[in-house]
T-cell receptor
Framework: SQTIHQWPATLVQPVGSPLSLECTVE??????LYWYRQAAGRGLQLLFY??????ISSEVPQNLSASRPQDRQFILSSKKLLLSDSGFYLC???????????FGPGTRLTVT | AQKITQTQPGMFVQEKEAVTLDCTYD???????LFWYKQPSSGEMIFLIY??????QNATEGRYSLNFQKARKSANLVISASQLGDSAMYFC?????????????FGKGTMLLVSP
């Protein structure tokens, strides 16, 4: 069976500090990978998606970036966090040419 | 215009009763799909049910069914025999077009509270 992991689970960072959130998927190969952000009390906003190693598409211009150094690893980064980066970050995966996306447990980021 | 509209910020239902959560969508694509996800207080998004635009029958998964009315562009979630564990946020989402990947657009969600 497939499992998706995210860490850390919670993070408190000061404004201007760097960020690195990691997502890994087990039990599948060549998945599509996604990063979403959910602001408090809101729906999900797609940030990045990837259909393969080194292939990243950005949906929303911002100070965040994503990388996929390995087939089942997806990393969300920032060089300098802003207060507006606070939120709940969810990683998801899907089979190639399938529509359902399966989400990880999320990382709750608070920028102070 | 919003692509996914969930007009009910909150819904209350008693245990064992059925409840309908509303979702309307807007798209000009012929091929698209509608999803429902459940988000309990822990935060994880749990996939519940999927309906493709070409599916002729309404999707069902256990106690969940999707009331798909294409002409009205609505995709309401029906939960039969509500349980206390159904208390959560529920999100409707849509994917558009064809391809080797899908990007989803989410609504703002409906908070469902099930009382004993």
């Amino acid at each position: 069976s497939q499992t998706i992991h995210q860490w850390p689970a919670t993070l408190v960072q000061p404004v201007g500090s760097p960020l690195s959130l990691e997502c890994t998927v087990e039990g599948t190969s060549n998945p599509n990978l996604y990063w979403y952000r959910q602001a408090a009390g809101r729906g999900l906003q797609l940030l990045f998606y990837s259909v393969g190693i080194g292939q990243i598409s950005s949906e929303v211009p911002q100070n965040l970036s994503a990388s996929r150094p390995q087939d089942r690893q997806f990393i969300l980064s920032s060089k300098k966090l802003l207060l507006s980066d606070s939120g709940f970050y969810l990683c998801a995966w899907s089979w190639r040419r399938a529509y359902e996306q399966y989400f990880g447990p999320g990382t709750r980021l608070t920028v102070t | 215009a919003q692509k996914i509209t969930q007009t009910q910020p909150g819904m209350f239902v008693q245990e064992k009763e059925a409840v309908t959560l509303d979702c309307t969508y807007d798209t000009s694509d012929q091929s698209y799909g509608l999803f429902w996800y459940k988000q309990p207080s822990s935060g994880e998004m749990i996939f519940l049910i999927y309906q493709g635009s070409y599916d002729e029958q309404n999707a069902t998964e256990g106690r969940y069914s999707l009331n798909f009315q294409k002409a009205r562009k609505s995709a309401n979630l029906v939960i039969s025999a509500s349980q206390l564990g159904d208390s959560a946020m529920y999100f409707c989402a849509m994917r558009e077009g064809l391809g080797g990947y899908s990007t989803l657009t989410f609504g703002k969600g409906t908070m469902l509270l099930v009382s004993p």
